[in-house]
């Protein structure tokens, strides 16, 4: 069992590209494409612990600007979006996401929901600074929890060698 976690932390993280990788990874990611950047950043962590904090920044950074490019896809979709406009659900919504401003983009690290917020976010014109702020505090905040729950669960080093 461990050697095959060894080898799928060794291929997740691909120690050869590193900080790229966990960068394209997470921008990827945050878009509405179906992908997770946090087995990437934990595999290179924990395969280089020194990364720790370079890992969580890049994937903050990559992931809070796949969000942006999400928020700019719901903000051109804004025609597509409105034959919607009249369900129970879409007007609740909406009344959330205009009371809350750009602060709801912090649940933007939510897995379904967190991507589509980004868009509508985009698709009602709210500012895009602050969403973007808001986006990459709460980004930040999961990378940093998920990140140190799982080295928190493995602690033991993860030796590279051929078993």
Request: aromatic share 14%; with cysteine; glycine share 10%.
């Amino acid at each position: 069992m461990e050697a095959w976690f060894n080898s799928l932390l060794q291929a997740l993280a691909l120690p050869e590209y590193g900080l790229s990788t966990v960068f394209v990874v997470a921008f990827v990611s945050a878009t509405l494409l179906p992908l997770g950047s946090e087995p990437a950043v934990f595999g290179l962590v924990k395969l280089s612990p020194s990364l720790f904090w370079p890992a969580i920044g890049v994937a903050t950074l990559g992931n809070m600007l796949g969000g942006v490019l999400t928020w700019w896809m719901g903000w051109g979709a804004h025609q597509v979006l409105d034959r919607y406009r009249h369900s129970p659900t879409h007007l609740r919504a909406l009344d959330w996401l205009r009371r809350l401003g750009p602060r709801a983009c912090f649940f933007s690290f939510l897995p379904v929901v967190g991507d589509p917020l980004c868009a509508v976010a985009g698709w009602l014109r709210l500012p895009l600074a602050p969403c973007a702020g808001w986006m990459l505090a709460g980004k930040f905040a999961r990378y940093l929890v998920m990140t140190g729950g799982l080295l928190y669960l493995w602690p033991q080093p993860v030796s590279l060698a051929p078993p």
